[in-house]
């Protein structure tokens, strides 16, 4: 038999590690352990050690922005941030993405103070790593991160997110207090380089740092993200220190995508569409280097599971 | 692939552009980006169309299955990243139909192969061919079904039977048609090639082993078969997607000669077998045959496939026209954005998003986005008052008022005197549309 020899791209660099969540292992909670890659996505012949990929539930604490079948999906439990968050620890998540979309100014402006009660009753009610986002509005997330920050102390936070022009409060929110930052950037290498750059000029350490390159969904650009993703993970393990941190993808776009939830002629079932919509934007994410992949519907979540226990060879 | 210059030393120099190309080096330019091809100059010399066929032949032989208008090509790929340049020749996804199914089963599953058709983006989606498979046992049922489905469609063919003796009798009834056969393996392997080289059908080869797999491509190009598949029988997601990967880099990188084969690839029913056919979309799968596919799945399966070999130097447009968005009514604003795709979604996204009911008005900027659009002069005064006359925009918003991009305020002057609106500069980032409407 003719042997065929495995090509293996030969790295020079990894990514680096980092973990979410409490290290003294108080309450029972263990911290997560992310990144470390050595090889492309779930090639076992470049990078023997399965690596962890963290499967986020999406909970915001209040309904503006959540899809209608995710609201279905979880019935009433989507009124309460902290029963939603536990039906996703029960559902085997491996951290909650808490939007505190209540402090929006243009809608409920519900007060930081508020906001990061909030997210400490998430927190010691589900025992999970956190990450922990605004609502989108730059003077009034530097509020809110900073009061959550501060009354996190130690629980080592994913806060969400820095990005160009906006990234200081974020970004000092995580250092006074231990906590780590997603730094964001808009489809583009070159950005999502730049606002590491950014965060460890300010003084973040690289190990505290998250990207977000910004995961678009499928049929909504998903190739521009899929492209940028695999060439900032290229270009980390051929070298590039600045963009060796572990990468989070944000899928729950999917859901806005109107493929994903309007009737199309022989599209089947509307639901199960959705949910495969959200699930195969994930798994582009996954292939294209995704650390974390943050998902809004139970059953994608389920999909997307299985599916990296089969990219690992797991039955 | 060798280097223009590489290919300009065995042209004839003569710069007679019969090639279409003014110069033989610029003919060489083209040669090198897979533009042109040898054929295309009539004076080359026989040893300079050696020499260049053999280093100028894609790493992936390329592979036609069925023939004329709905062909399927495969293989022919040069690339391991889709940003390094593009996917040339996007996954072909087949139903399999066999015969152990009653002819009103089969009949059933021709008219929902059928009703597996898309429309996105301004592209046709749908099934790419049928595979037949060999089941029951009775080589006489398996011919009826070659028969009626030949009869009942035009897609191409994949005949899937491992009995040389019965493929031989299928074949005979569709030769002319060019089905794909599958296959050969360890064991039918010399009959099996017999019957590919005697019909002129590209040839399936299985085994899963990489090994076994070169091996058998060795034999069936000793038989005279070249158009070949593989099918290396991946039980699992990471068998698919590292099997794939390895034969793909083992024919780029040139480490391993006997692999550039196109790939077939069957995909079971249920969620693993979904993620191995999304698996094999990204990473490198020719050719999908599904055992089931489920609307519900196979939609996100097509579009997957439409956004990974889309030509990342070709923006994806969407059709310039007038949009609702929220329900919109005579006294709703009118506002305008490009016809790339990625423009559009954002904007339509943060439009939705704002719950206020507006006409949206796409422009047609060859899929550029608003500032390079307006910088290279594909987005100006008149063009956007053509498309508002085309979609008669200004009857079906009465307001008067036409926001436009803050990127392009420059514009508001002589907007407003092509189009008699009034202009309202709108926010310069999408994501300022919802704050900016409801104020």
Partial sequence: MVEVPVPKEKWTGSIGTIELGRADGRDGSRPLRLGGARGLPFLSFEDPEARTVALAGWVADSLEDVPRPVQDAFGERVNDPVSWAMDWKERGADLICLHLTSTNPEEGDASPERAAETAMAVLRAVGLPLIV?????????????????????????????????????????????????????????????????????????????????????????????????????????AGDSMLQVPMVCDCTPAWKAREATDDVPNGGPTLERGIWWESVTALAALLSGADIVVLGHPEAMAIVRDAVRGLRGEV | MPTAIEIFKHLPKKNCGECRYPTCLAFAMQLANGKAKLDDCPHLSEEGRSALASSSAPPIRSVKVGVGKGAVEMGGETELYRHDKRFFHPTAFALRVTDERDEEEVDGRLAYARSLRFERVGQEMGLDLLELEYRSGDPGRFIGLVRKVADGTDLP?????????????AVAEVRERRPLLHGADAVNLEQMAEVAKTAGCPLVLCADDLGRLADLVGMARKKGVEDLVLDPMPADPKETLERCTI?????????????????????????????????????????????????????????????????????????????????????????????????????????????????????DTEGLSVLTAYSAGKLTPESVNAALQASGAKERSRAGVLIIPGMVARMSVKLNEATGLRIVVGPKESSGLPRFLRS
């Fill in chain 2, 157 to 169: 063919l994949v005949l899937r039977c491992h009995d040389p003796a019965v493929m031989a009798a």
């Fill in chain 1, 133 to 237: 986002y605004g609502s989108g509005h730059g003077e009034k997330d530097a509020k809110v991160l900073e009061r959550v920050g501060e009354m996190a102390k130690g629980e080592r936070l994913l806060l969400g997110h820095a990005e160009e022009g906006a990234y200081k409060a974020a970004a000092a929110a995580a250092m006074a207090n231990g906590h780590a930052v997603i730094g964001f950037s808009n489809l583009d290498i070159n950005l999502a380089k730049q606002i590491v750059i950014l965060l460890t000029d300010f003084g973040v350490g690289r190990g505290d740092v998250v990207i977000d390159p910004l995961m678009a969904a499928l049929g909504m650009g998903l190739e521009y993200s899929y492209s940028v993703n695999e060439r900032i993970r290229i270009s980390a393990l």
């Fill in chain 2, 247 to 363: 034969i793909r880099r083992s024919a780029i990188r040139r480490t391993f000669r006997g692999l550039g084969y196109p790939i077939y690839l069957s995909i079971p029913e249920g969620r693993r077998g979904m993620v191995m056919a999304a698996t094999a979309v990204m990473k490198y799968g020719s050719l999908l045959v599904f055992e089931e596919l489920p609307a519900a799945q196979a939609l996100p399966l097509m579009v997957l496939r439409q956004n990974i070999y889309t030509d990342p130097q070709v923006p994806i447009q969407v059709r310039p026209d007038l949009y609702p968005v929220n329900g919109p009514g005579p006294d709703s604003p009118l506002l305008f954005t490009t016809n790339f795709s990625l423009t559009f979604f954002t904007v339509m996204s943060d439009l939705e998003k704002s719950k206020v009911p507006v006409w949206l008005q796409v422009v």
